[in-house]
């Protein structure tokens, strides 16, 4: 008894200390490299905002597009490695996005069976994302390909400007699929469509930029800033509109490009000036936690609503999927950290 208390004050312990003190300079993510507290930052910003997407909060969903996903996939090139050997990529990956992706599609199962009241064999068809309850899991099926094909890429074609023309036209033709509404299974046509910022986020890295230099970090983000503003001001926020999930692609392809990308890199860029917040650094550094779980949360909690029969506030509804969602970490980090991305299953 005394060992069980013990261990649950050390788990809140750390809990609260990971949550409101900066992680150490020394760091590591799981796969070994240095952590960097803007990037967790950046992506506590992304993550929260899917959540309130998620909530059905009015102002979160296509004014805030730009924001989301193109900074996720950027992310993802930023501290993208081939390894030296497709092998070696294709068991990390499986093991940081497949295995992920299974155990929470396969968790939804009862969240699904509680919400419908019967049983769907369509829940198994893990390669049709439109069937998974969890439907937030095809972004780690995307992330999963992009990081195969652009490891294939770089370690079979020796030139750079050849692997920028592949990865290019790869991208295009994932345009034109969405513009033709043709989905192709396992998210590969979303897959295809966000190598493009995948890419950048490649480049970014080579570039130098995100090492710390305030002569180019304000800049960027006043620019960003100023592009979003006047996104957000416009008339019709879906002027400029690209749904990865559902393939919907509405204005120029050109202005859609230059929005989607200018906002996320200046938004990674006030990030690296402010480098860390209390709570949004700590759900940035285990956003795939909160990825695979806060749809089930929101299941929760709007069965819940419906049962006390009243009409569901939809920020107080944000702010209770949000919190749960943050709890569940230190839970699922204990429980099970080999089945969310925590160490290596294989």
Not at 84 to 101: A, D, E, M, Y
Not at 183 to 194: D, E, N, V
Not at 261 to 269: M, Q, R, Y
């Amino acid at each position: 008894m005394k060992s069980c208390i013990s261990h649950l004050s050390m788990g809140i312990k750390s809990f609260i200390l990971e949550n409101f003190l900066p992680s150490r300079s020394d760091s590591r993510t799981p796969s070994g490299k240095p952590r960097l507290q803007y990037i967790d930052l950046a992506k506590g910003i992304c993550i929260i905002l899917v959540v309130l997407l998620h909530s059905e909060v009015y102002v979160s969903a296509n004014m805030l597009r730009p924001l989301r996903m193109p900074l996720f996939f950027m992310l993802s090139g930023i501290f993208f490695s081939n390894y030296n050997s497709l092998t070696v990529l294709l068991r990390k990956k499986f093991n940081r996005l497949i295995v992920p992706f299974l155990f929470f599609s396969l968790l939804s199962i009862p969240f699904a069976w509680m919400d419908s009241g019967r049983f769907n064999w369509e829940w198994l068809c893990l390669w049709d994302i439109y069937s998974n309850f969890n439907f937030v899991l095809w972004f780690l099926l995307s992330l999963f390909f992009d990081n195969i094909i652009f490891g294939a890429v770089t370690l079979f074609v020796p030139f750079r400007i050849a692997q920028a023309l592949i990865v290019l036209s790869l991208s295009a033709i994932g345009w034109i699929l969405a513009l033709n509404d043709i989905l192709l299974p396992f998210a590969l046509t979303q897959s295809l469509l966000g190598l493009f910022f995948f890419f950048i986020g490649s480049l970014l890295r080579r570039s130098g930029l995100l090492r710390p230099n305030l002569k180019f970090d304000i800049p960027i983000a006043i620019l960003g800033a100023a592009v979003f503003i006047f996104f957000m001001l416009r008339k019709d926020p879906n002027f400029y509109l690209l749904d990865f999930f559902y393939l919907k692609i509405n204005g120029s392809p050109w202005g859609i490009v230059f929005l989607y990308s200018v906002v996320p890199v200046a938004t990674l860029f006030v990030c690296k000036i402010i480098r860390w917040l209390p709570v949004i650094s700590y759900c940035g550094r285990y956003s795939i936690i909160i990825l695979g779980s806060h749809v089930l949360w929101t299941c929760v909690v709007w069965l819940f609503f419906e049962y006390i029969a009243i009409p569901r506030p939809q920020v107080v509804s944000f702010l209770i999927v949000l919190f749960l969602s943050w709890i569940f970490i230190p839970v699922a980090r204990k429980l099970f950290p080999a089945l969310c991305a925590q160490k290596d299953l294989f």
